[in-house]
């Protein structure tokens, strides 16, 4: 997601300090302390990517029991997200504008238990495939920060990258489950539509979801 650079949101943003830790925010006390951090011990469900927020804010809504932490690499877009929470009060989520390269400082090994990734960015030229979300770089990452049962939620409307994700997934060892390439065809009446979802089916597209989890012991 590009958006032009909008001075006024580095400001504004701060209205919104008890959802959001802006760019140059401090998390560096976060890792190993986030039921600390939300005052109380409840599972902990990350968002990777969460541009401006329906998913994660619907989601949290939803599973008032989970905490969520979702992370943004833009400002720009999170905003958004953090204003969305603020609305809606919602204690159980905390936003970060975080790139996700540096997973390891903000969590913990066995911290989290699920990490959602909807419509990330296809980085579709092979001399990128290290940028993708899922690729094996960040596949370890996930498998660091992840409980022994915990698991990667994934959806995307790219066919390459859903199929590059399958099978990187399946090399590195994670167990795949609940693979579908046409996931509106399901009907699931729990789905959440992130906005790229809304966008991208309203245009035809299929939308793949996979969930995957690390094998007994660990990836
Ligand atoms: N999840 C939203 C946005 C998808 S676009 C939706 O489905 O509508 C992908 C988003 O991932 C972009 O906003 C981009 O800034 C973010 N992103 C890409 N790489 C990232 C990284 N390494 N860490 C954090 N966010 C990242």
Known sequence: MRLRRKPWIDTAILDYADFVTPRGGDWSHHAGAWA?????TAPLHVEIGVGKGDFITELAARNPDVNYVGLEAQQGV????????????????RLLVFDAARLTE???????DRIYLNF???????????????SETFLTRYAAVLKEDGEIRFKTDNAGLFA?????????GWLLCDVTHDLHALGEADNIMTEYERKFSAR????GRLAARLPAGGA
């Open 36 to 40: 600390e951090m939300f005052g109380r």
């Open 78 to 93: 999170l905003y958004f997200a953090a204003r969305k929470a603020a609305e809606r009060q919602l204690r159980n989520v």
């Open 106 to 112: 903000l969590f913990a090994p066995r911290e989290v």
């Open 120 to 134: 990330s960015d296809p980085w579709p030229k092979a001399r990128h495939a290290k940028r993708r979300l899922t």
């Open 164 to 172: 590059y994700s399958l099978e990187t997934m399946e090399r590195a």
């Open 204 to 207: 035809g597209a299929k939308i």
